[in-house]
């Protein structure tokens, strides 16, 4: 026969996966539940209180290219403070010299 656990120790594990993000095949292995049992208590508690069960909002193309860009530029401004940095780095080990 299969175990039995309390109310307040599912919502417990199924609030390890929904509110610290814990990831549920690592929360079913530690605590020796199997994964499909452990998918119905976050199911359940996501319904209890009603959180959306998407964890990604959804993106247009055009959002998506611009998030992209953005990151591109940050990449971009990045690499050259890093340039700048070495370079100022190099001065100053040359001149202890």
């Known amino acids: 026969m299969?175990?039995?656990?309390?109310?307040?120790?599912k919502e417990y594990v199924a609030k390890l996966v929904v509110e610290e993000g814990r990831k549920g095949t690592e929360v079913s292995y530690e605590l020796d539940i199997s994964y499909g049992t452990l998918c119905r208590w976050v199911q359940r508690y996501k319904k209890k209180y009603k959180i959306d069960s998407t964890h990604h909002k959804h993106v247009t193309p055009s959002e998506h290219?611009?998030?992209?860009?953005?990151?591109?530029?940050e990449i971009k401004k990045?690499?050259?403070?890093?340039?700048?940095?070495?370079?100022?780095?190099h001065i100053f080990t040359k001149s202890q010299k």
Do not use: F, S
């Not at 299969?2 to 120790?9: I, R, T």
């Not at 990045?78 to 780095?89: Q, T, V």
């Open 65 to 73: 290219e611009k998030a992209l860009k953005q990151q591109e530029n």
């Open 2 to 9: 299969g175990k039995h656990y309390d109310y307040e120790y």
């Open 78 to 89: 990045l690499k050259e403070e890093n340039e700048i940095l070495k370079k100022a780095m």
